[in-house]
């Protein structure tokens, strides 16, 4: 299993660039499933959740050919409708596969996610979702039976915005009979970036990026090409790297609208940022001042980045206090900042963080793939050396992470 060795102190300076977005990429590469043909994205993160996407893809009888970070992707009819336990096990994201499956071939039988490190993530909206636009739906040996001959379609009002959900619907919804409303539908940009896809792809869509979302259904779509968005999480984990070191970093091909919960948080805490449309500049800092935040749906401050910010806040004049209202067991990086040193009360879905002056390296272990990422932005201020174990969890979501940092003055190594 590989670790990381982060030695602390050093200031970080430069230029980097934001990779494509996995929360889009994933979405993206399982709609192509709607239409047999050749699909072709650029700007694709090269990282293991991807890897996984296409393996089951190629599971499903598609072709999948990469050429750096274009990918094509050569859809057939598959033999069997099937997402297997060991694939949705390493990924949750695998459920994603259902609404393509069940609207374009009528029969999907995935298996069901069990919970995970950070809550339970039930799939319920979904497949009340689906029961909406009429299809059957039967839970057997762990697996998720979906049925519909066609589905039809009809308003669906989600309990609270689920990303996940609303990508699943609207990939069901556009090729349904008739008008599919979906209302408290997720906002999230990645939501945004598979509608234009499914646009181009010549479904019906409009109203993605608001609440209400609806989708005449389509008797067919045709393969498209697309360039999938920047990563708002990972810019967001590069600009507060510079910021946790006192560093002038500047972060490049990124969409900054996307981050003005963060980029506001930090300036309210003291930091002076430069921000345009496609990039975002930290200054150098003397300190900063404890804030509080709670994560929520977007536009709000995003859960991808509440334990990021938390590293950050560790290290603040003053108190802050983080709220995380959009999982229920979010605050797994506590324990492990507090062994670096960190001053922090976890109550339930509230932590509180007394700011010190310093943190000191320790070995720690990633639990998540963005409690990964906190760790390291802890390791690069922390005196002496913090070895992070269990890194496999940022090779999910994050593309050569330690290379992107070492670049700009990080001192990360990696080891088996
Ligand atoms: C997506 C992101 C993840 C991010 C999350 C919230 C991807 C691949 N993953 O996950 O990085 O942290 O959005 O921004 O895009 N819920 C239910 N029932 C459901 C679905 C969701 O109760 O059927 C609950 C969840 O447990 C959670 C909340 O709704 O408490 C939001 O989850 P959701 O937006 O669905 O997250 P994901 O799509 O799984």
Known sequence: MDKMLVKGGTVLNGEVATSGAKNAALPLLFSTLLAEGEHVFHNVPILKDVESTCELLSYLG???????????????????????????????ASTLCMGPLLTKYGSAQVSLPGGCAI????????????????A????????????AKKLIGDTIIFETPSVGA?????????????????ENAAKEPEVVDLANYLNKMGAKITGAGTSIIKITGVNSLKPAEHHIIADRIEAGTLLIAGAITKGEVTVTNCNSRDLEALTIKMKESGFKLS?????????KTSGWQGVDITTAPHPAFPTDLQAQFMALMTLAEGTSVISETVFENRFMHVQELSRLGADITPKTRVAIVRGKNKLIGAPVMA?????????????????????????????????????????????????T
């Open 275 to 283: 921000i345009d449309d496609s990039s975002m500049t930290i200054h």
């Open 367 to 415: 639990t998540d793939l963005r409690a990964s990422a906190c760790l390291v932005l802890a390791g690069l201020v922390a005196e002496g050396e913090t070895l992070v174990n269990r890194i496999y969890h940022l090779d999910r979501g994050y593309e050569r992470l330690e290379e992107k940092l070492t670049k700009i003055g990080a001192n990360i190594s990696r080891f």
């Open 62 to 92: 598609c072709d999948v050919f990469r050429d750096g970070h274009t990918l094509k992707i050569k859809v057939k009819k598959p033999a069997e409708t099937v997402a297997q336990y060991d694939v949705v096990r390493k990924m949750r």
């Open 119 to 134: 809550g339970t993530r039930p799939i319920n909206y979904h497949l009340e979702g689906f029961k909406a636009l009429g």
């Open 136 to 147: 059957d739906i039967k839970i057997e040996k762990g697996y998720v039976l979906a049925e």
């Open 166 to 182: 609303t990508e699943n619907l609207l990939m069901a919804a556009s090729l349904a009979d008739g008008e599919t409303t979906i």
